[in-house]
């Protein structure tokens, strides 16, 4: 079955980087995206952005540009999420969704991983 | 940026109710619109696509309705299940934004 396996949990201190994976099976890896979407503690979901692990396109929502990287490795079918300058407003689970266009038109997430908490704390 | 936001906040509900929940873009998104539904400790699942296009496996008491700013969840006849946090989310334009969450509570 289509299934997004995620690296266990993380601890930084501030201003670090910190590098979450997200491993696919059961499907293509090259033929849909990887989002990744992240949501603090009783928070709401907050999507970072996306990566075409077959093109290596990538966007990114605004509040992320300068401090994030997205990047896959197609031989093992994982995509990788990098976030630096780390502080405690970054503590949160993170996510990665598989992009898909349904009916060819409508974009969503359809399948996605169990989620990697990262925690930020000196 | 495309601002998304749900009504009501939370909702206290009894099994068997018929519950709605609304989500406003604010810019037309025509049918761009995505339900997820997420419980404590979770990830959050795709309920509906498209606005009204049922996800294969999902019940047929949940549907979807709308089109350009404001959009429409409806659970027909709330099962114990149901009680969970659902999410909307535009994917007209990046980047995705979220509506900030209805929480549906039992009563």
């Known amino acids: 079955q289509v299934q997004l396996v995620q690296s266990g949990a993380a601890v930084k201190k501030p201003g670090a980087s910190v590098k979450v994976s997200c491993e696919a099976s059961g499907y293509s890896f090259t033929s849909c995206d990887i989002n990744w979407v992240r949501q603090a503690a009783g928070q709401g979901l907050e999507w970072m952005g996306w990566?075409?692990?077959?093109?290596?396109?990538?966007g990114f929502a605004q509040t992320f540009q300068g401090r994030v990287t997205m990047t896959s490795n197609i031989s093992i079918s994982t995509a990788f999420l990098e976030l630096s300058s780390l502080t405690s407003d970054d503590t949160a689970v993170y996510y990665c969704a598989r992009g898909v266009r349904s009916d060819n038109y409508y974009y969503n997430m359809d399948v996605w991983g169990k989620g990697t908490p990262v925690t930020v704390s000196s | 940026d495309i601002q998304m936001t749900q009504s009501p906040s939370s909702l206290s509900a009894s099994v068997g109710d018929r519950v709605m929940v609304t989500c406003r873009a604010s810019?037309?998104?025509?049918?761009?619109l995505n339900w997820y539904q997420q419980k404590p400790g979770k990830d959050p699942k795709l309920l509906i696509y498209g606005a009204f296009s049922l996800l294969s496996g999902v019940p047929a008491r949940f549907s979807g309705s709308g089109s350009g700013t404001d959009f429409t969840l409806t659970i027909s006849s709330l099962q114990p299940e149901d009680f969970a946090t659902y999410y909307c989310q535009q994917s007209y334009s990046t980047p995705y934004t979220f509506g900030q969450g209805t929480k549906l509570e039992i009563k």
């Open positions: 810019q037309s998104i025509s049918n761009y």
């Open positions: 990566m075409n692990p077959n093109s290596g396109n990538t």
